[in-house]
Every structure is written in structure tokens, then in C-alpha cells.
Nanobody, 123 residues
Framework: DVQLQASGGGLVQAGGSLRLSCAAS????????IGWFRRAPGKEREGVSC????????SYARSVKGRFTISSDHAENTVYLQMSSLQPEDTAVYYC????????????????WGQGTQVTVSS
């Protein structure tokens, strides 16, 4: 029923850019927060960025602030993550997830997850 489809990953050289997409369906898009997470080899999953679709407020991890930009296309029910100045440490599987904002933003938890898309940055 609820689906989150992450796409747009690939292989890029250091300093390059990619735009990830998260296409959402099966819930009221404007009532939730959509977050991007990543899991790098040998590391725990970490939050990258999130957007509150009710008011378009955003949050970023310190490691990506100034390089990544999250946005929502409400007409398309799609969240984007524009990634610039990519570095090898950005290499990870990137996941998008949805969570409620009634308990605050960023949400304390995310209940719906997509399958992820691989981002590989070469040096």
C-alpha cells in the first residue's frame, strides 16, 4: 500500500553531483516528513536530511550541510536530494523514509522505508 521508491544513484567522481528521487504513494504526502538516510560500509545507518511536507521546513546533518539540498515537489509526490561536491565518504546506500510530524520535526521515528539506491563516489 505505502510505497517509497528511491532512485537516481550511480557512480560519480569526487566533486561531482547526483540528484536522488523518492517517489511516494499510498499516504497523504503533505502530512508527513520524508527523510533521507544512508548506510556506508562498516557503519550504522545515519540521517542525512529530512523535509516536513506540511510547511517545507528542512533539516541537514552537519556532514552534508551546504552540499546537499532537499526539496519536495508536491504535485508529483516526490522528494529530491540534490547532492553536490560529492566525496568518497558519501559512498553509501541511500534510503528514503516517511514519518509523522505530530510529535515534532524531525520525527522521532520513521515507519515506512524504501529499498534504497547506491551512491558510489570515486577518488
Amino acid at each position: 500500500d505505502v510505497q517509497l521508491q528511491a532512485s537516481g544513484g550511480g557512480l560519480v567522481q569526487a566533486g561531482g553531483s547526483l540528484r536522488l528521487s523518492c517517489a511516494a504513494s499510498g499516504f497523504t504526502f503533505d502530512d508527513v516528513a520524508i527523510g533521507w538516510f544512508r548506510r556506508a560500509p562498516g557503519k550504522e545507518r545515519e540521517g542525512v536530511s529530512c523535509i516536513n511536507n506540511s510547511d517545507n521546513s528542512t533539516s541537514y546533518a552537519r556532514s552534508v550541510k551546504g552540499r546537499f539540498t532537499i526539496s519536495s515537489d508536491h504535485a508529483e509526490n516526490t522528494v529530491y536530494l540534490q547532492m553536490s561536491s560529492l566525496q568518497p565518504e558519501d559512498t553509501a546506500v541511500y534510503y528514503c523514509a516517511a514519518g509523522g510530524v505530530n510529535f515534532g520535526f524531525p520525527p522521532p521515528s520513521y515507519h515506512y522505508w524504501g529499498q534504497g539506491t547506491q551512491v558510489t563516489v570515486s577518488s
